[in-house]
């Protein structure tokens, strides 16, 4: 296959030159246009992890192909490239200007490989993935009881003796480790991957030397397969490979009006989302029917006989034999666009945009559950409101407005001052959807007050304000202010506004030295806090009353970040870097003194960045450079380990807990290029490394206690470190043809305890490399992070015509 | 071959043969071009400069010009005359650099513009002259010109190695010139396609300027320009995930990170910032927890989205709690 692209397209790229050269010509004689066609084999071999290694790319073995050719005229200008043809990874290039007229293709083919180890035993049937029915009797058991399978489908589940997997006895939980789920003989390895294909068209047309059309038409396609997730209960997760068929077509017009002092233009961009594969139906790996203890209750009542559904079956996996989920919706967006600019007197000039939006999907809904024994009329008497769908679709839309205004104007050399105000709203237009009956996890049907759909609306109001005064020579000082007012609609605090202080210097006239530096300093503060419950006893959605969500919490925010370059002569330079932030998370002032004074969320987080190297240029054929960086990310949280109010645990402090994350990460960046230092002979090399030691630290009072029971076991860091090596002689045997060879090495070391391997999870057994499926809780398909070394060359022939 | 296999076909033929149309107009020929290199800056063609129309007061026009300097600018798209915007089509060299009689006549190099001795703001003005469209209309008074950052900054329209004319290489090597520790991130292991070439910093920005916070080029708020791309998760949504509707960065970080799916955090601990509740969302899920009991399902794999895979927003009528 990727040969035929190879040829094909090779062919119709020398379409022109062949029709060119047949066409008479009354003028003098016509030149073809020039290229480069650079093309050859390239092979691989990789040990570990392959898909990881690929990830974005396809290596492997066969043809290397990069492939120009462009032609100018007097008329016209036209560029084609083609690179990687027939690869996963393929390019397509066109650009064509003429006089009025730009013209651009390009087409963008975008591997996603996950992972090459995955295995499954659900068989894919279009949107349903399926189970052996004989496997899953096996597990369930003859009598519907929880206890009498006869074989394991999730360690732990019911049928995987011992059927609690809480337990503290070490025994047990060697056996339930033990126990391989019987789904792990049966499944089948393949290929985790999806792919993104991208066409986009863009024409542009200056109708006259004002006036300009533009459009634009992009396409792209996805389909394949990715990880999902698709669960039946606290101890059934199950993970299988969803399978991929989305297309988003985008279209883009507009017409813009141009002169010498300013530019107006209407848009409109028009975007759909199809997504084929709407709904997608999954068996139960512990289940071949639907849970039923035979009972007439219909109801969970406090006490005395309850069912037929298991009260409990969302933790213990007495639920459904399917489950049914609504994938992403088909969905458009449609925006309405002006953007004008206009150039004042004393070098003022004023630009802003106004955008209308509309945001919409009214897809079919999926029923309240796909389980039988609870979608029957019986159910009803007790939760009336699960006969039958407050509506039928979605009715889905969000609608925006936003604008921007720009005003900036330099009444001297010296001085400058802008400002901005900037303003968007989301208004959302859903209905609202009446849950306050649902089913969770296919498995029980439950009442809750807080069942209504929420309406996160959400309007900002920015204004900025800076004032530059530029030294003769030393620099240019900026001081500014910002305002930034949020008023949200369903969320913890109504309104958050933030106050914003910035300082900046910008030294760049100096021919041997810049300096860029600049701080920020912001202090947000929410009002209009959402209480629940008389004694405040709970936040919104039952959370701890001192949570504040850390994207609108109460912050003290400080930022800075300076760039020097030094450059002793014009062949040299020499740069440092630093970036930094630090966000502080404030305890809530209004809070009423009967509340506890704790603040849980998110406390702190702050991240630095060092950076320093050069570049130097001794000749004018060779250049290298050198680069270090460390970065550092830390944050702390703080939480409670507690059972809902009124039990006690709600307000003990003693359960409070906190987790202290710090990464921190190496940068090192080496390349060198040499065009011709050696005659005829281009030469590159680069190098780069980065890794990271990302740590999760909990500690506080529950902590403590866990410890002092044997409870607790503090978690190890995630490592990786990763390298990657490039190098790529060309010889030219003259001036149209050369020969070349490239290499390619990468390596990544990792180690994560999410990655499950035959042993366990990593950094607490040995990483083998090799997934196991079936860990506490879970049948997984064996994705993860795990280790791989890969080599990729090259060796072509570089022709040039 | 599937339907998309196709489809990719289909286009790439029509339009390859679309172009040929075009390119066996029977136009005379000028000058050829040099080989294509990735470099935008081509070696000059051995042809005669294209005809200038009869210079006006004050102008020389450009073959006097080059009977000093070089024309490096030769091979770039300023040096297309066929486009009547261009400064080949206009007054060459000195449509940019002024008009050139009076150094001409003396040497002198103050009598002329030149870059390197302008202000930001001067500099940008003469580039902005003519490009005041599109990507470009912005420009006065964006982030980048505020901090007195030039067209010449990253520009060169003499000696440019990358793409767009650009002094760096690539469009990263040139915003690591001042953002370093922003495209570090690209060699994390969980990173955008950015280290394979398929995408560059100006996929998403517009650094010349733009509607949207941060210099993004798309929409009007980030999530806007997410979703851009990543349509399946714009919605909206039947159940709404408060975070999502806010901004994608309140969880992710799209330049790069070691977290799984370029998180800022791990699961379930970056849920865990915000879902302080009872049961099992505030549980210490840990190495006990982990090699010991079911809730190793909460961090193992994909922590909280094993479960809770609609974490963007759900459609579904029971999807209340993200799981369906």
Known sequence: MRNAYLTLTAALLLIPRLTTAQAAQPAPAVAAGTGTADVGGMFTTTDGDEARYERYRDTRDGAYTNITWGRETGSYLFDASASHIGYRDQRYNVDYSRRRFDFGFHWTSLPLNYSYLTRTAFVTNGTTLTLPDSTQAAVQGPGNSTTDGTAVGVPCAPGAPPAACTSTNAAQIAQAKANRSIYDSLANPFDLRHQRDTALFDVRYAATSTV??????????????????????????????????????????????????????????????????????????????????????????????????????????????????????????????????????????????????????????????????????????????????????AEAEAQGINALINFTTRPSRRTSVNVRYRYNKRDVQTPIFDATEYVRFDAVPEEVEEGFSPQFDNSRDFFDANLSFSTNGWGTLRAGYGREDITRHGRGFADVGENIFRLSYDAYSNQYVTVRGNVDLGWRRGSGFVETGIDYEEGPGGTQPTLRYYDEADRDRTRGSIVITAMPSDRVDVFFQFAGTRDKYLVDESAPVDRPGEHFGLQRQTTTSYNVGFNFHPTDVVSLGANYGRDSFGSFQRSRNANPAPDPTWTDPSRDWTLDNDDHVNNVGLYVDMTRPVRNTDIRFGYDYSDSNNSFVHGGPRVTSLTDIGQFIPLPNVENSWHRLTADVTYFLNTRVGVGVGYYFETLDVSDFNTIDTDGPVGFAPATGDPRLDWLGGLTLGYGNRPYTGHTANVRVVYRF | MNQNRWFAWAAITLTILFMAAFVTATEPVVAAREAAAPLQQKAAAPQAPAPQPAPQAGYVGESTCLTCHDQSYKGTKHALAFNERTPAATHGCESCHGPGQKHAASGDPELIKRFSKLSPAEASATCTSCHNRASHALWDGSQHDQRNISCVTCHSVHGSKGPSQLKAGTVVQQCATCHRSITNKVYRYNHMPVREGAMTCASCHNVHGSTNVKLLRAGTTVDESCTSCHADKRGPYLWEHAPVSESCVTCHDPHGSNNDRMLVSKQPFLCQRCHVTSRHPPTVYDGFQLNNSQNANKIFGRGCTNCHQMVHGSNAPSGKTLLR
């Open chain 1, 212 to 393: 300009d059309l533009d459009a634009r038409f992009l396409s792209s396609g996805r389909d394949g397969q990715q990880p999902w997730n698709a669960s039946f209960a606290f101890n059934t997760a199950v993970e299988l490979p969803q399978p991929l068929d989305q297309r988003t077509n985008d279209v883009s017009v507009g017409a813009s009006w141009t002169n010498p002092k300013g530019m107006f233009r209407v848009g409109w961009d028009g975007s759909w989302f199809t997504n084929h594969n709407q709904i997608l139906t999954w068996d139960n790996p512990i289940r071949s029917t639907d849970f039923t203890n035979g009972s007439t209750v219909f109801n969970c009542p406090a006490s005395g006989p309850s069912g037929p559904w298991d009260c409990s079956g969302y933790s213990n996996g007495n639920g459904p034999a399917r489950g049914r989920e609504a994938l992403a919706p088909s969905n458009m967006m449609n925006v309405v666009s002006a953007v004008a600019m206009y150039k004042l007197a004393a070098r003022t000039t004023l630009n802003g945009t106004l955008q209308f939006t509309n945001q919409r999907q009214d897809e079919d809904l999926i029923p309240w559950t796909i389980n039988s024994v609870i979608d029957q009329p019986a159910t009803f008497t007790n939760f009336p409101h699960l006969s039958a769908l407050p509506r039928s679709t």
